[in-house]
């Protein structure tokens, strides 16, 4: 019952900047982290960045602190992820991932984007 579209993947040149943005809708009472994922070709998927949404903590994969920035907007429901100084490495396909409590049920939910994909020339 929660759905996840995701925008703002593209093809830039190195040192370039793309930002994008995943937006949850559906019969959700709360939402309590969101983050990002990516998977290059041959390579296994790994978590970028997320944010808790109580405390707003942030957690970064060491490749991109300094460059990226994820950030969340609670009335829309959508989190960014800014990605500034891109490199090649960057190049893969990126997934939402967002968890939370349904409405009337209350049970935990996971939902993930079905990708966007961000590629960087050298």
């Known amino acids: 019952q929660v759905q996840l579209v995701e925008s703002g993947g593209g093809l830039v040149q190195a040192g370039g900047s793309l930002r994008l943005s995943c937006a949850a809708s559906?019969?959700?009472?709360?939402?309590?982290?969101m983050g990002w994922y990516r998977q290059a070709p041959g390579k296994q998927r790994e978590l970028v960045a997320t944010?808790?949404?109580?405390?707003?903590?942030?957690v970064y994969t060491d490749s991109v602190k300094g460059r990226f920035t994820i950030s969340r907007d609670n009335v829309k429901n959508t989190v960014y992820l800014q990605m500034n100084s891109l490199k090649p490495e960057d190049t893969a396909v990126y997934h939402c991932?967002?968890?939370?409590?349904?409405?009337?049920?209350?049970?935990?939910?996971?939902?993930w984007g079905q990708g966007t994909q961000v590629t960087v020339s050298s």
């Open positions: 559906g019969s959700f009472f709360s939402i309590d982290a």
């Open positions: 991932h967002v968890e939370g409590r349904l409405r009337a049920s209350f049970r935990e939910f996971a939902s």
């Open positions: 944010i808790i949404s109580s405390g707003g903590c942030t």
